[in-house]
């Protein structure tokens, strides 16, 4: 019996050509208008930019930012994804 | 315990329900309504807050808003799901509007 309920999964359908923003593992971010994405939550992002966090010799946070016309994340690394919420 | 509860209706009773989530990495919990699970676990929330946690004495560090649209949470990062009691729901409202004034001041 499969439910014809809403799934967590619809969440991308309505993102989709919009801005997401998704947390991955490793302490990265990557904000991006959402292009493509499966059942595993392999997504294709454009526009993207890629924020890491890291801490230097002194322990203050650091972050550095990468940008990329069009980027593919793996879906197994993907913790979150929700819509920007600094609009 | 002379019901038996199962792990799928158990978290389908907490659909609409606000629920916590913790995750098996960075001390991190997200505290929202729960919208909808599939048979993975995976999980759509609303009006979620990410908390993290000091990882020396578990204490709260950090509470921020996500903002009040859905959010999704691959459910291969859950470690549980439990839901939220009235107490501590109070807890979190008192905590905001204590914030509130601070900012305000």
Redesign the interface.
């Given at each position: 019996m499969s439910d014809s309920?809403?799934?967590?999964?619809?969440?991308?359908k309505?993102l989709l050509d919009e801005k997401v923003h998704v947390k991955l593992?490793g302490a990265r971010e990557i904000t991006g208008r959402l292009h493509a994405y499966d059942s595993h939550?392999n997504i294709v992002l454009s526009d993207a930019v890629e924020t890491i966090y890291d801490t230097d010799a002194n322990d203050q946070l650091i972050s550095t930012q990468k940008k990329s016309e069009v980027i593919f994340v793996r879906?197994?690394s993907?913790?979150?994804?929700?819509?920007p919420?600094d609009? | 315990m002379d019901q038996v509860t199962n792990p799928k209706p158990f978290v389908k009773s907490l659909l609409n329900k606000r629920i916590s989530v913790r995750?098996k990495?960075n001390n991190t919990t997200?505290e929202g309504l729960l919208?909808?699970?599939?048979n993975y676990f995976?999980?759509?929330l609303s009006n979620?807050t990410e908390v993290t946690y000091n990882e020396t004495d578990g204490e709260v560090k950090e509470r921020v808003?996500?903002?009040d649209?859905?959010?999704?949470?691959?459910c291969?990062?859950v470690l549980y799901i439990r839901q939220l009691s009235d107490e501590e729901l109070k807890a979190i409202q008192q905590q905001e509007l204590d914030e509130g004034d601070v900012k305000d001041q």
């Open positions: 309920k809403s799934e967590p999964l619809d969440l991308f309505v593992r939550c879906g197994d993907v913790i979150l994804v929700s819509s919420n609009v | 995750l990495f997200y919208e909808s699970s599939d995976n999980l759509s979620v808003s996500l903002g649209g859905k959010v999704f949470i691959r291969n990062n």
